[in-house]
């Protein structure tokens, strides 16, 4: 799973214009590689959703088991 998901983070951002989809920015891609890599798992949302969140402000979030 970790050699895919550097592989990805690396490639993410040309694949997501080739196939329409928008791309984040360069700097959330580090963020997400990061987060990845400090293993934080469960959820950020309590069973609810959050429409209104920037992608720093679901990160920033403590994670619920």
Same mark, same amino acid.
Request: hydrophobic share 35%.
């Given at each position: 799973?970790?050699?895919?998901?550097? %592989?990805?983070?690396? $490639?993410?951002?040309? /694949?997501?214009?080739?196939?329409?989809?928008?791309?984040?920015?360069? &700097?959330?891609?580090?963020?997400?590689?990061?987060? %990845?890599?400090?293993? $934080?798992?469960?959820? /950020?949302?309590?069973?609810?959703?959050?429409?209104?969140?920037?992608? &720093?402000?679901?990160?920033?979030?403590?994670?619920?088991?």
């Amino acid at each position: 799973m970790n050699d895919f998901l550097d %592989f990805y983070m690396q $490639k993410a951002p040309k /694949v997501v214009q080739n196939v329409g989809y928008i791309a984040f920015d360069p &700097d959330d891609y580090t963020k997400l590689y990061r987060n %990845f890599h400090k293993t $934080k798992v469960g959820t /950020v949302f309590g069973g609810t959703s959050e429409f209104n969140l920037t992608l &720093d402000e679901v990160l920033a979030k403590r994670a619920e088991y």
